[in-house]
């Protein structure tokens, strides 16, 4: 088992930044590839980016490319999501998520992954 804790999200105003962490707990955190998946009401939910088990292969929704930013500290077993020039439709739920593989056709699916945090709501006004 995997416990992943989400926390950093708030309530900011179009163009703030906001740093996401989600610690790991239970088995080994380099084990896992982690991403990051968001959900707003009245939507299904969302992939927003991916992190490779050593941390150097990264992938992004084309929504969030070049505003936000993955990384990992396997040594903290604790991921991160950057969020910079945040928009109101960015405003959702965030969660992260585990899987130890999934093939590539598979990985903004969320059933590919094997453990989810509780979520943080980050809110972003105009």
């Known amino acids: 088992q995997v416990q992943l804790v989400e926390s950093g999200g708030g309530l900011v105003q179009a163009g703030d930044s906001l740093r996401l962490s989600c610690a790991a707990s239970?088995?080994?955190?380099?084990?896992?590839?982690m991403a990051w998946f968001r959900q707003a009401p009245g939507k299904e939910r969302e992939f927003v980016g991916r992190?490779?088990?050593?941390?150097?292969?990264?992938q992004y929704a084309d929504s969030v490319k070049g505003r936000f930013t993955i990384s990992r500290d396997n040594a903290k077993n604790t991921v991160y999501l950057q969020m910079n020039n945040l928009k109101p439709e960015d405003t959702a739920v965030y969660y992260c998520?585990?899987?130890?593989?999934?093939?590539?056709?598979?990985?903004?699916?969320?059933?590919?992954?094997?453990?989810w945090g509780q979520g943080t709501q980050v809110t972003v006004s105009s």
């Open positions: 992190i490779s088990k050593p941390g150097d292969i990264t």
């Open positions: 998520a585990a899987d130890l593989y999934s093939p590539s056709y598979k990985r903004q699916d969320a059933t590919s992954y094997d453990y």
């Open positions: 239970g088995r080994t955190f380099s084990d896992y590839n």
